[in-house]
């Protein structure tokens, strides 16, 4: 049992696992491809937060904004396969900032192709995050176990 649950949860993270090796592979001097496509989806995000809240975003590099998705995805990946809370709460802190900015399906016409395209990966974004919930919730609601107390032995009374 406790392998199919471990096989279960390797699964579930080769989504997490193989995206991080790939920006890896592509990172570069600048971030490579992914911080090309993040920058100006990042500046509409920034000009967002700004308009609604007053607070202005500080300047960051884009190579720093991807080396710090890869590394959440490769730790919480690690962490999460052998069971472990911190890391699928590490992987939802990740899906929680990135999807909003990665799939802004809401700078969109709901009639134009890329509203649909992005809408979609954002909900798919959104099953990702439910299932860490799940996770989280249900590895919470199991009791934990306590080591047996050995039966202290009897006085033998003659």
Do not use: C, W
């Not at 967002?48 to 500080?58: D, E, L, M, S, W």
């Amino acid at each position: 049992m406790a392998f199919v649950s471990f096989l279960g949860r390797l699964l579930f993270v080769s989504v997490f696992i193989l995206s991080a090796y790939q920006e890896f592979n592509e990172f570069g001097v600048d971030g490579g491809p992914a911080a090309k496509a993040l920058k100006p989806k990042f500046n509409v995000f920034s000009k967002h937060v700004t308009a609604q809240t007053g607070i202005q975003v500080p300047h960051v590099e884009m190579k720093h904004l991807i080396l710090g998705a890869i590394i959440m995805k490769a730790l919480g990946s690690l962490l999460f396969v052998f069971g472990s809370t911190f890391g699928a709460s590490v992987l939802l802190l990740h899906q929680a900032i990135a999807a909003p900015i990665l799939y802004d399906f809401y700078n969109y016409d709901a009639d134009k192709k890329e509203f649909t395209q992005l809408f979609v990966k954002f909900t798919q974004s959104l099953a990702l995050l439910g299932a860490l919930l799940f996770f989280i919730g249900m590895k919470n609601s199991m009791p934990r176990r306590s080591p047996k107390k050995k039966a202290s032995p009897k006085a033998k009374t003659n």
